[in-house]
């Protein structure tokens, strides 16, 4: 059985991109794959952050992604903070990764832009990702398109790795990245990719009522300036919405109404909201009763962080024998 590794980062709410994108798929692959998912609470202190907030954020994460479906039957969720090898690791990798490639990657560059002043986690960020992945010697990482770009640099690190110390058998696999067919979900703007960051999101436990505040003046087909306008399906925001969450029928419909100005957007969007509040439901009453059982969240994290500590010791074990460090 092949390994997954992913993670996510605790930096607000889990919203529709990362469910759509990551969350969904982690819950359908945990029954063919041994799965192991972590809340990347390192990852998200490389930009500037209030510390209640990060842990209670933490903690949400938590309850949103069993919510969504990962059973700890089938898949080790923890919080990265628990196992200290992973900040370890990385440490190593840095030492084997050129600032060149660091100073490449498209998520630094748009991130930075964003901060008055940049510090060096958030360059080095990707090197995390490497060891995050690495520690655990994964095969395979479902992820967003967004993350892809990472994932090469995770590879390259591995046969770094691997070509210096390990030349006889690679120790690290080179892992390979598995999208979903909604590989990138764009923010309610239309513009941007759906970021927790950005203020463009749908949460995932958001009530009916809130989702359709943001769905009504959310952007459409920007060519359908009028109700009698015939729009184009494929261009709009909101259909792309409706191939995600609708039926294959209703998809057709909307796109045949939409094509014909039989239906307004504002009928489009109702339609997608029924849609979703039939998916994400059942999501929002499983973590109502979550919630009320904060004990049996924490005993779900602290035996995940058990089980992951124990492989990564071993990782890190190997490693240093390999490195001659004691
Ligand atoms: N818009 C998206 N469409 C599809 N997949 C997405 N993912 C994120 N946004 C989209 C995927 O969700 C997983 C977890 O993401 P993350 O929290 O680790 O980092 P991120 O990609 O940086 O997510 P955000 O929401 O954009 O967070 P901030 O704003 O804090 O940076 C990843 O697999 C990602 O691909």
Not at 44 to 51: D, G, K, M
Not at 264 to 274: A, F, H, N, Q
Not at 283 to 293: N, T, V
Not at 300 to 326: D, N, S, W, Y
Request: proline share 6%.
């Amino acid at each position: 059985m092949s390994r997954i590794f992913s993670g996510i980062q605790p930096s607000g709410d889990l919203h529709i991109g990362n469910y759509l994108g990551a969350v969904k798929n982690w819950a359908q692959l945990q029954h063919r794959h041994e799965s192991i998912i972590c809340i990347v609470n390192l990852h998200a202190i490389t930009v500037p952050y209030e510390p209640r907030e990060l842990s209670s954020r933490t903690w949400e994460m938590a309850v949103s992604l069993l919510a969504a479906g990962l059973d700890p039957e089938h898949c080790t969720v923890f919080v990265q903070s628990m196992v200290p090898q992973h900040t370890e690791l990385s440490w190593i990798f840095n030492t084997i990764t050129p600032l060149g490639e660091l100073e490449r990657q498209t998520q630094f560059k748009e991130k930075a832009q964003r901060q008055e002043s940049v510090m060096a986690g958030l360059l080095n960020y990707p090197v995390l990702q490497a060891a995050d992945i690495l520690l655990y010697r994964a095969d395979l990482v479902p992820v967003g398109e967004d993350q892809v770009q990472h994932l090469e640099l995770s590879r390259e690190v591995a046969r770094k790795w691997n070509a210096r110390f390990s030349p006889q058998q690679d120790y690290f696999p080179e892992p390979k990245p598995l999208l979903t067919v909604t590989r990138r979900i764009m923010g309610l703007d239309g513009q941007t990719k759906m970021s927790k960051s950005m203020g463009n999101t749908i949460g995932l436990l958001e009530e009916p009522a809130a989702i359709w505040e943001k769905l009504r003046p959310a952007m459409t087909d920007p060519k359908r300036v009028r109700r009698t306008d015939p729009g184009t399906p494929e261009v709009c925001n909101i259909y792309q919405l409706h191939k995600a969450f609708s039926a294959p029928a209703t998809v057709e419909h909307v796109a045949k109404q939409c094509s014909t100005a039989g239906w307004g957007c504002i009928d489009c969007k109702k339609v997608l909201l029924e849609s979703m509040t039939g998916e994400m439901g059942p999501i929002r009453d499983r973590a109502l009763e979550l919630r009320a059982r904060p004990g049996r969240v924490e005993e779900i994290l602290q035996g995940g962080a058990e089980h992951c500590r124990l492989l990564a010791q071993e990782t890190m074990r190997q490693v240093k024998e390999k490195m001659g460090l004691p």
